[in-house]
């Protein structure tokens, strides 16, 4: 079974501090990771993947997130924190479902960031 | 471009009432799912469809169903509503290989009284 643990229900940053989300994962085999972020009364929209390329991710809005395998971490980061970074981030696990064909998704709890002006 | 849609934006029901929420996607994605969002709960899976004409349970599959009509489109049952099936529905649909991601609809939001 995969699980995702994010640690902090709930983060606070300045505008313009270093924002950082964490993510922990849990996989029998390699994993595929994603970020998502989710505006208020809206969907979840793709901040960012790692699918094995690189371990360094690059994503909008000037996020990334590194994959380290030796702490099962793919921590959220950006250098300065903007008002409109206001939302809930989710991290997301990617398995295949045995006989299905169809990948599932695991997510976090989800992270609400708040940005203090 | 609009992506994956779902009908309705919102819904007040009674308990025991029944109604279905639409999802239709517009990238000829083989895979879609339903999933529940509660507070501090993150995203549930109730259903998922690999492909037109299957679908399976997924986390929380519990008073609901779900038909995938065509390629595109994929809904969600509810045959006798409940207080607990408050909570806000997001329809999801994804591309062939794992390391594609998943694409949302801006969600249904339910309320049964």
């Known amino acids: 079974a995969q699980s995702v643990t994010q640690l902090g229900s709930h983060v606070s940053v300045s505008e313009g501090a270093l924002v950082l989300l964490r993510c922990n994962y849990s996989?029998?085999?390699?994993?595929?990771l994603f970020w998502y972020v989710q505006y208020p009364n809206q969907g979840l929209q793709l901040l960012l993947k790692?699918?094995?390329?690189?371990?360094l991710v690059k994503g909008i809005n000037g996020f990334e997130a590194e994959f380290k395998k030796s702490e099962t971490s793919f921590h959220l980061t950006k250098p300065s924190a903007h008002m409109s970074d206001a939302a809930e981030y989710f991290c997301?696990?990617?398995?295949?479902?045995?006989?299905?064909?169809?990948?599932?998704?695991?997510f976090g709890k989800g992270t609400k960031l708040s940005v203090i002006p | 471009n609009a992506g994956v849609t779902q009908t309705p934006k919102f819904q007040v029901l009674k308990t025991g009432q029944s109604m279905t929420l639409q999802c239709a996607q517009d990238?000829?994605?083989?895979?879609m799912y339903w999933y529940r969002q509660d507070p501090g709960m993150g995203l549930r899976l109730i259903y998922y469809?690999?492909?037109?004409?299957?679908?399976d349970k997924g986390e929380v599959p519990n008073g609901y169903n779900v038909s995938r009509l065509n390629k595109r489109e994929f809904s969600l049952r509810l045959e006798s509503a409940a207080p607990s099936q408050t909570s806000v529905y997001f329809c999801?649909?994804?591309?062939?290989?794992?390391?594609?991601?998943?694409?949302f609809g801006d969600g249904t939001r339910l309320s049964i009284l």
């Open positions: 997301a696990v990617s398995r295949a479902y045995s006989g299905a064909g169809s990948y599932q998704l695991t």
């Open positions: 996989s029998s085999v390699p994993p595929y």
């Open positions: 790692y699918t094995s390329a690189a371990t």
């Open positions: 990238m000829n994605h083989n895979s």
């Open positions: 469809s690999a492909s037109e004409g299957t679908t």
């Open positions: 999801a649909s994804r591309g062939a290989s794992a390391n594609q991601p998943q694409h």
